[in-house]
């Protein structure tokens, strides 16, 4: 999105511009839902395709890393596309994968629509953003913008266990089937409720891409990849992980919604923290919570020990300490770069992508059935991407200016 869009818009926003905000915020629930799913259910979908976990877990992987890649190329591409029409050919894209996914016969199919859903969720939630922020006031843009977004981490906090619940009662292919038929109806509502949008002026990708020449963006980006796959090295494998410290696969929907609890608490708290303390002080407590967590749940997984209380605060501490990164990272990379401030965004999550993408891969490498070496590597990231943003920050414009 550039400037120009929003202000034009944004000058004849409708008065009742909030139900189509959170329309859209619904659609990136459903986004969210859809991206991490598969952790509710993964078992069973495995033992159904005839592949090991470790393999299913790749399914994740694949999404992530194509969502990473296609999120930049479909900027350029349909950036004469009329963001109304775009946002609701994303969804149908999405909600089709999904009917695939559901449908799919082999991994291999499953793993070609996993691809296609990603193309779908890569279109929606950048311009999900753009156009949110387009339809209210200059002075709610703010809230706009956090109110779309929004809709990721409460998907993990309710998506999430509720596919759980869904594919216990009625088949993994079924809690597919009702993402698919949600990404439908968000679409049909945006056709039906969203204004006529003009389309973005067309950038060349090189262009978009100049901003990685810049030493203070080189620096913070890698943070971002390394913070999500540090806090991504079980989440996929949730299912046998819980139950490596004692929690059964019927109990894991109570983990995974009190993972996503902590995941709303953390985005939400930790913007007001950078406001106050600055980008890299909360990051540096975030990685020093997770690190202590994941290694908790090593040890609780490596002395064979059940203690399910620990564990559902150990699930919080989790959640939280995974999505308190978002907002202190966009923080740092605009101010390394505030003239280009959409498109660091848009790269930090490509960057959010990637690093899940990485740490469910590094996770797999052991198998799923090895959940103390899935949280300990966790941990080990995580001391490292503190490391690396310690000796870091200190080099970058922004935290000069902020560190405290």
Not at 179 to 197: I, Y
Request: with cysteine.
């Amino acid at each position: 999105m550039n400037i120009s869009l929003s202000d034009r818009t944004s000058a004849a926003a409708p008065r009742h511009s909030g139900g189509r905000v959170s329309l859209l915020a619904l659609g990136t629930f459903a986004v969210g839902t859809d991206a991490f799913v598969v952790a509710g259910f993964l078992p069973r979908m495995a033992d159904e395709l005839g592949v090991s976990e470790a393999a299913a877990g790749y399914s994740v992987t694949v999404f992530a890393i194509c969502y990473a890649v296609f999120s930049p190329l479909l900027a350029t591409a349909t950036a004469t596309v009329p963001r109304r029409r775009l946002l609701v050919a994303a969804l149908v894209v999405l909600g089709l994968a999904n009917v695939g996914t559901a449908l799919a016969p082999t991994f291999a199919i499953l793993m070609a629509t996993r691809v296609l859903a990603a193309l779908g969720a890569a279109a929606y939630t950048p311009n999900a953003g753009a156009v949110a922020s387009s339809l209210v006031s200059v002075e709610r843009r703010g809230r706009a913008l956090a109110l779309v977004v929004s809709g990721l981490t409460v998907a993990t906090a309710i998506g999430v266990p509720l596919g759980n619940l869904a594919s216990r009662i009625m088949g993994w292919r079924t809690a597919l089937g009702l993402v698919a038929l949600l990404c439908l109806l968000v679409g049909v509502g945006l056709a039906v409720l969203l204004p006529r949008l003009a389309s973005g002026t067309r950038t060349p990708l090189a262009t978009r891409l100049a901003v990685l020449r810049n030493l203070d963006v080189q620096a913070i980006l890698p943070v971002t990849v390394l913070g999500m796959a540090a806090a991504y090295t079980a989440y996929a494998y949730a299912i046998p992980a819980f139950d490596a410290v004692g929690v059964s696969p019927d109990a894991t929907q109570w983990m995974l919604f009190l993972y996503g609890v902590g995941a709303v608490a953390g985005a939400q708290s930790s913007g007001k923290l950078t406001d106050r303390f600055g980008g890299t002080r909360v990051l540096i407590t975030g990685y020093t919570v997770m690190t202590c967590t994941l290694a908790a749940f090593g040890s609780l997984s490596l002395a064979g020990i059940a203690l399910p209380g620990l564990v559902g605060i150990l699930a919080f501490t989790w959640g939280a300490s995974s999505w308190c990164q978002t907002p202190p990272q966009q923080h740092r990379l605009i101010a390394a770069a505030p003239d280009e401030a959409p498109l660091v965004i848009a790269l930090n999550s490509s960057g959010i992508y990637i690093g899940i993408a990485l740490g469910t891969f590094i996770g797999g490498l052991a198998g799923s059935g090895n959940a103390t070496w899935m949280f300990y590597s966790g941990a080990v990231i995580a001391v490292l991407v503190a490391i690396f943003l310690i000796s870091t920050s200190r080099a970058t414009a922004n935290d000069r200016k902020g560190i405290r």
